[in-house]
């Protein structure tokens, strides 16, 4: 992949996750202020429903890894499913320690810690093991 493709795939994985990022702190938010969950709780409903959206714009568009034979969904949800896992750990566990030490309220707390986690640990994860491309296995011999 060159640069540019780096960047423009870097560009589009952005803008998945925000989309995502917006229904997953919409709906913590509703859970939280309308159900009365615990804000750590909601974070992990809202988690779970954001990632079902991330992973099918992530698989379609994207990436563009949809090719059944060389990229089974199957695997790919697999290692999804353990990265939402740890993000969710992540921004619910980062969320109560910058709210509970640092007195910041939770709604701009998971502000914060989904800044750091969707760069430093989604990204990096969906793009390098997750959507994986596997190199092309009919090329002509050398």
């Not at 702190?25 to 959206?53: D, K, N, P, Q």
């Not at 980062?94 to 430093?120: A, E, M, N, Q």
């Amino acid at each position: 992949m060159g640069k540019a493709q780096a960047i423009y795939t870097f560009a589009k994985a952005q803008f998945s996750a925000f989309a995502g990022g917006i229904i997953d702190y919409l709906v913590m938010l509703g859970c939280t202020e309308l159900l009365h969950i615990h804000y750590t709780i909601s974070i992990g409903i809202g988690g779970v429903i954001g990632a079902v959206f991330n992973f099918t714009v992530n698989r379609y568009w994207t990436f563009s890894n949809t090719n059944a034979s060389k990229n089974p969904v199957g695997g790919q949800l697999i290692r999804f499913v353990f990265v939402v896992c740890g993000s969710i750990i992540l921004k619910s566990s980062g969320t109560w320690l910058f709210t509970t030490y640092l007195h910041i309220d939770y709604k701009i707390s998971r502000i914060i810690v989904d800044l750091i986690v969707s760069l430093g640990f989604n990204y990096v994860l969906q793009n390098y093991w997750v959507f994986k491309r596997k190199p092309p296995t009919d090329l002509p011999a050398v």
